[in-house]
C-alpha cells in the first residue's frame, strides 16, 4: 500500500476552490494496492486487465458517470469499474477515467487488486467480485483547522450528513449534495456518493461507516473507500451548477413586503430598505438560536444526552441492563470451560445469547469501589464509544455483589495470541502487521480525541488488542479504569493499573499519566508487532536487559532490519518496516514532551511526506533489571492472562487537508 502527499499547488487549488480543467491532469489522491496478489506480466491475466482498461476507458463518454464489466474467464476473470463524482462534467469524467488507465499500471504494475482515487474520478479492478459489496478500507483527509464551536458545528455536521446519505442511497445515481447554513454568513457544503452497482442498503450502509470515520470538529473532512465517499467544508467544493439545488438563505419575517426596484414607499431607496431590515432579521435570527441553545442547556444541565461517538441517544441505562440469569445462562453458569482469560479487572467467559449471537462476559472482581449509580453511569459513556478499532460494549448486569460486562466477541483471539508463538507467528504478514499498527493507532486517537470522554488507556498492550476475522485490530479494556471506579480525571494517582513493560516511565514510577503514557506503551506495541518478540521475557536472549535497548542498540548501529521477526523476511516492505521502528522509538522516549501525539502518529504512519524528527535515547535505556525490579514496589499491576484473547498531514491552508491514510 502507497500513499503520496498532493502538490501545494493542488492545495491552493482546493483552497481557491477552482475547478480543474479538462486540459490538467486529474487531481490525484491516493492508491492502494494489493502485494499479496500478484499476475505474470504478459500473462492471460494481464492481457484480460488490458482488455477491461480499455473497455472502461471507451465507456467513459456515458452520462451517468459509471460503468462496471468483467473481461476473460476464471482463473484470469478481471471485474472492474469507474466512478466519476456525481457533479463534473461527461468531458471531465473522461479525462479522468483515460488518465487513470494509464496512471494506475504505472502504479501498480503487477498487482490483481487494485483501486485509485483522483478528486474527479475513481477507478478499481481485481480477480474477484465486488460488485454490490461494501468495502471498509478507507482514506480519510481532513482540515487541521478546527471549527469554533465544535459541539454545535459537530451536530450540524452529523445530521446533515446522515440525511444526505438517505438521500444518496435512495436515488439512481447514487449521489447527492447540500448546502446548509450555520450561522448568518457561513454555510456547510456537503457531498454523498455510492458507486452504482451497490444497492440502495448497502450504499446507506457503506455511506453510514464513512460518516462514522470523519474527522469531525475540523471545519472540513472526507472519507473515500472503494465503494463510496463523504465530503463536508465551509467552502463550495463541487459544481453546484451541475446539481439542480436551491441556494441557502435566510427567510424574511413573515409579513415583509418585498423590497421595491429604484425608489419609492415615501422615497426609500431599495438599498435603505435593505440596511434596515436586514439588521433586524438577523438580530432575531440570532435572538432565537441563542434562546433556543439556552433552553436546551437548561433542561440537559444534570443529564448527559448527546454524544460526538453515536447517532443518537438511544443508548440508555435500561437498553443497556441486562438480568443475571440471561447471563449465567449464555455462559453455561460461567462454566470453566467457557473461560476466555482473566486480567486485573476480573475474569472473561464466552457466552451464547438465545438469538445465537456470541458475546464475551467480563465478571468484574468486587474491589470495586464505586456505587450502583456510578457504576451504570459509567457504562453507559462507555457503551457510547463507538469505533471499528474499539470492542463494542453490548450492555452489562447489576445483581447483588455482581458486577457484569457484556461486549461483542471478537472471533481470531488476541494479537499476543499471534505474534509471540512461533507457530502462529507467521499467519501474521507485513500487511496484516501494518494494517494492525494502524488500526491500533486510529482507535487510541479516537479515545483521545474524537470522543467527548477523552479517555486514557493506561493498559494498551497485545493481550488487549482483539482481531477480528479480517485480523482488523479492535482495542478491548478502553474505559475499564472509569467503569471500575478507578480516578481518572487528575494527572496522577496512587493506584497504577496497568502492566508492567508497557507503562511509561513517568506512569510507573509517579503516578503521573497522560495520553502520552498511552503513547508510550503504543511504542512498546509497535516494536513487539515488528520483532516478535515479548517485551515482558525478553530479557531472557538476545544479549539485551529489554526490548527498547535492544531496538535502540539496532537502530544506533544502523541494522534496523536485523530486527524483524523472521517470518517476515520475504513478506516486508523495507520503507515502511524502518520507518515503523523510527516511530516505535520516537514513541517511548523518555521525556512525555518529546512523544508525538496519536494524531501526529497516524499521519507519520501513512504519510511519507510528514518528516520523522530523531528519536532521543529511549526510557529505561541503561537501566538494569534490577533497577526496574524496584520500581516495581508497590505498584498494582495487571498481568492478565488469556485463553483466547476475547476480551474485551500538515498544512495551514483553509483547504481540506490532503494527506491521507488508511482506515
Not at 475513481?122 to 464551536?149: C, G, H, K, M, P
Not at 450504499?203 to 472519507?223: D, M, P, V, W
Not at 520475504?570 to 522509538?585: A, F, K, P, Q
Amino acid at each position: 500500500m502507497s500513499f503520496f502527499r498532493l502538490s501545494m499547488a493542488v492545495l491552493f487549488l482546493f483552497f481557491l476552490g477552482l475547478a480543474i480543467t479538462t486540459e490538467a491532469d486529474p487531481n490525484y489522491i491516493s492508491h492502494e494496492c494489493s502485494n499479496t496478489t500478484t499476475f505474470t506480466p504478459n500473462s492471460t491475466y494481464q492481457s484480460n486487465l488490458n482488455l477491461l482498461l480499455s473497455s472502461l476507458d471507451s465507456n467513459s463518454t456515458s452520462n451517468n458517470g459509471f460503468h462496471n464489466t468483467t473481461t476473460g474467464q476464471t482463473p484470469d476473470i478481471v471485474y472492474g469499474l469507474f466512478l466519476c463524482r456525481g457533479d463534473v462534467s461527461t468531458d471531465v469524467c473522461q479525462d479522468c477515467v483515460t488518465f487513470a488507465t494509464q496512471d494506475v499500471v504505472q502504479r501498480c504494475p503487477v498487482e490483481k487488486v487494485t483501486v485509485i482515487w483522483y478528486d474527479e474520478c475513481l477507478l478499481r479492478y481485481s480477480n474477484r467480485s465486488f460488485f454490490d459489496s461494501v468495502s471498509e478500507d478507507a482514506i480519510i483527509l481532513y482540515n487541521t483547522q478546527n471549527a469554533t464551536n465544535q459541539t454545535s458545528f459537530n451536530g450540524l455536521v452529523r445530521t446533515t450528513m446522515n440525511d444526505l446519505a438517505t438521500q444518496a442511497s435512495s436515488g439512481a445515481r447514487r449521489f447527492a449534495t447540500g448546502a446548509t447554513n450555520f450561522s448568518s454568513f457561513n454555510v456547510l457544503y456537503t457531498l454523498a456518493q455510492c458507486t452504482q452497482d451497490l444497492s440502495t442498503s448497502n450504499c446507506q450502509s457503506c455511506l453510514q461507516f464513512a460518516i462514522g470515520n470523519l474527522r469531525f470538529g475540523a471545519i472540513g473532512a472526507r472519507t473515500l473507500t472503494p465503494t463510496c465517499s463523504v465530503r463536508f467544508e465551509t467552502y463550495l467544493f463541487y459544481n453546484q451548477s451541475a446539481v439542480p439545488a436551491s441556494p441557502p438563505s435566510l427567510s424574511p419575517p413573515a409579513g415583509l413586503p418585498p423590497p421595491a426596484s429604484g425608489r419609492g414607499n415615501g422615497g426609500l431607496s431599495t438599498v435603505t430598505i435593505v440596511a434596515i431590515v436586514l439588521p433586524i432579521v438577523v438580530s432575531v435570527v440570532l435572538f432565537v438560536i441563542g434562546y433556543c441553545i439556552l433552553s436546551r442547556r437548561a433542561k440537559k444541565k444534570h443529564s448527559v444526552t448527546q454524544e460526538d461517538d453515536v447517532e443518537n441517544d438511544m443508548t440508555t441505562v435500561e437498553s443497556l441492563q441486562l438480568d443475571f440469569a440471561s447471563i449465567e445462562a449464555a455462559t453455561r453458569k460461567f462454566s470453566d470451560d467457557n473461560k476466555l482469560g482473566e486480567g486485573g479487572f476480573g475474569v472473561v467467559y464466552k457466552g451464547t445469547l438465545p438469538n445465537g449471537q456470541d458475546i464475551a462476559v467480563k465478571r468484574l472482581s468486587r474491589s470495586s469501589g464505586q456505587g450502583i449509580e456510578e457504576f451504570k453511569n459509567e457504562v453507559v459513556l462507555v457503551a457510547k464509544l463507538q469505533h471499528r478499532n474499539l470492542v463494542r460494549l453490548l450492555g452489562f448486569c447489576l445483581e447483588g455483589e455482581e458486577k457484569i460486562l457484556v461486549y461483542e466477541f471478537v472471533p481470531n483471539k488476541s494479537l499476543d495470541y499471534f505474534l509471540y508463538d512461533p507457530e502462529k507467528q507467521g499467519q501474521l504478514d507485513w500487511s496484516r502487521r501494518y494494517k494492525i499498527i494502524g488500526g491500533i493507532a486510529r482507535g487510541i486517537l479516537y479515545l483521545h480525541e474524537d470522543s467527548r470522554l477523552r479517555i486514557i488507556h493506561r493498559d494498551l498492550k497485545a493481550s488487549n488488542v482483539l482481531l477480528d476475522g479480517d485480523m482488523n485490530p479492535k482495542i478491548s479494556d478502553f474505559g475499564m479504569a472509569r467503569i471500575f471506579g478507578v480516578d481518572q480525571t487528575q494527572g496522577n494517582t496512587s493506584r497504577i493499573v496497568g502492566t508492567y513493560g508497557y507503562m511509561s516511565p513517568e506512569y510507573a514510577m509517579h503516578g503521573q499519566f497522560s495520553v502520552k503514557s498511552d503513547v508510550y506503551s503504543f511504542g512498546i506495541l509497535v516494536l513487539e508487532i515488528i520483532t516478535g518478540k515479548k517485551n515482558s521475557s525478553f530479557y531472557q536472549s538476545d544479549g539485551a536487559d529489554d526490548l527498547v535497548s535492544y531496538v535502540w542498540k539496532h537502530w544506533s548501529e544502523g541494522t534496523p532490519m536485523e530486527l524483524l521477526d523472521p517470518t517476515l523476511t520475504d513478506s516486508n516492505s523495507r520503507t515502511e518496516v524502518t520507518r515503523c521502528i523510527h516511530l516505535g522509538l520516537l514513541c517511548v522516549q523518555e521525556d512525555p514532551a518529546d512523544r508525538p501525539t496519536m494524531a501526529t502518529i497516524v499521519l507519520m504512519l501513512n504519510s511519507y511526506s510528514v518528516s520523522l524528527p530523531l528519536p532521543q535515547q529511549p526510557a529505561f535505556f541503561h537501566h538494569t533489571r534490577t533497577d526496574q525490579s524496584l520500581m516495581l514496589k508497590g505498584l498494582e499491576t495487571d498481568q492478565s492472562t488469556s485463553k483466547s484473547g476475547s476480551v474485551p498531514p500538515f498544512s495551514v491552508n483553509e483547504a481540506s487537508i490532503t494527506e491521507v491514510y488508511p482506515r
